[in-house]
């Protein structure tokens, strides 16, 4: 198994170490890995998230699928942790994202405003903010003064920064596409040159190789890419997404592929709850079961 970065060797602050040990050692697995539970796709893509699973459009069904499933937190916007967070206080860790868009316009000049503070998340109680940064859209002069202003505040408040690192817009899709290898190694490494303590990317798919520059365009298998992708985010933890939901087998590959390369853990949404309870919980337990073979040392 790859390396995977200590607390003590990620240069945080008080109040981000404390935060993050809150979140790695005191809940899910106590082990130093992170499984996290995202809800933010009803903003991202509309309620057509919902239909596979109607129980899932209730926020308090989710949040406690999240305690009873073992997450190490959940991920909500402003709006939903103001009026269901409450509830669970103390309970479960709470990733605030403060910025979200719609999918109705189109991703050729992606740009995600911010709705939330980090000054919020202090309010909310939450241990972490999630910012999604558009790596390689034509708007990412916008995305990246919005994310300074983001890191700067996490940092004089100590709140761990999670970055959604996703690369959109033309010139990505004209270059294998958003889960290209060479897509999700460029996000990678973007958001830990940009300050991410934790970033959160899809999991790579090196056969995407249109157009894409030399050194990526040859044989790779998916191990090896997830490998490159955890390298190239360095001293920042790193979130493998669960994506699209897709069969147990290779989701459960997926998962074990991106432990081996020492990622800090995984954070699956659809593929959890667009399942009905029982079958979402015993899905959890199988990823729980992978986790749990690669402590953090």
Not at 271 to 289: K, T, Y
């Amino acid at each position: 198994m790859a390396h995977r970065p200590a607390l003590a060797e990620l240069g945080l602050n008080t109040g981000k170490k404390t935060r993050l040990h809150r979140i790695l050692h005191e809940h899910g697995l106590r082990n130093g890995t992170a499984f996290f539970l995202p809800y933010d796709q009803g903003l991202e893509h509309g309620p057509r998230d919902f239909f596979a699973n109607p129980a899932a459009s209730d926020p308090k069904y989710i949040i406690k699928l999240a305690l009873e499933g073992g997450f190490n937190g959940i991920a909500i916007q402003i709006g939903l942790a103001e009026k269901f967070y409450w509830d669970y206080a103390g309970e479960l860790p709470l990733v605030l994202k403060l910025n979200g868009k719609t999918e109705i316009p189109s991703d050729a000049e992606a740009l995600s405003p911010l709705h939330g503070s980090v000054e919020d998340a202090v309010r909310l109680g939450a241990d972490a903010v999630g910012y999604t940064l558009y790596v390689g859209s034509p708007a990412q002069e916008h995305d990246f003064a919005q994310l300074r202003q983001v890191r700067a505040d996490a940092h004089r408040l100590g709140m761990p920064l999670i970055v959604w690192a996703y690369p959109r817009g033309s010139a990505i899709e004209g270059k294998g596409g958003k889960d290209s290898f060479y897509a999700v190694d460029y996000a990678a490494r973007t958001a830990s040159e940009l300050g991410a303590d934790v970033v959160k990317v899809n999991f790579p798919h090196p056969a995407k190789i249109d157009n894409v520059p030399a050194p990526y365009a040859k044989e790779t298998t998916s191990q090896q890419a997830i490998d490159a992708v955890v390298r190239s985010a360095g001293r920042t933890l790193l979130l493998v997404s669960g994506g699209g939901k897709a069969g147990d087998d290779a989701m459960l590959e997926k998962a074990r592929e991106s432990m081996e390369a020492g990622a800090t853990g995984l954070i699956f949404g659809r593929n959890v709850w667009q399942r009905d309870h029982d079958e979402s919980l015993r899905f959890v337990a199988a990823l729980r079961d992978i986790l749990a073979k690669y402590p953090s040392t």
